[in-house]
Nanobody
Framework: QVQLVESGGGLVQAGGSLRLSCAAS????????MGWFRQAPGKEREFVGA??????YYADSVKGRFTISRDSAKNTVYLQMNSLKPDDTAVYYC???????????????WGQGTQVTVSS
């Protein structure tokens, strides 16, 4: 298990950009998967993207607009969100697991979530 703290959420107009940060503490490994998920009211938590080793994976809904990166020295992962749409409005969560993939049950550690609101 690792402790995760998210930041960077806020209100932005459609077409704008935000960068979310997820700072991790505790024991981690280079092969740990760091995932991003989001959950809108009345909907299930859905996969946004993940980074494992140097490979990144994205949901089709955000591919080409969102980018995940990692700063190993700071033990922090980032989610750069561009060309935001109102449908991107949700609480965004970061997660960590040695073998995490694209579903929430694959992750043991979670951040508290940060609200992203995209106005029309």
């Amino acid at each position: 298990q690792v402790q995760l703290v998210e930041s960077g959420g806020g209100l932005v107009q459609a077409g704008g950009s935000l960068r979310l940060s997820c700072a991790a503490s505790g024991r981690t490994f280079s092969a740990y998967a760091m995932g991003w998920f989001r959950q809108a009211p009345g909907k299930e938590r859905e996969f946004v993207g993940a980074i494992r080793w140097s490979s990144t994976y994205y949901a089709d809904s955000v591919k080409g607009r969102f980018t995940i990166s990692r700063d190993s020295a700071k033990n922090t992962v980032y989610l750069q969100m561009n060309s935001l749409k109102p449908d991107d409005t949700a609480v965004y969560y970061c997660a960590a697991d040695p073998n995490g993939g694209s579903t929430p049950i694959e992750y043991d550690s979670w951040g508290q979530g940060t609200q992203v609101t995209v106005s029309s």
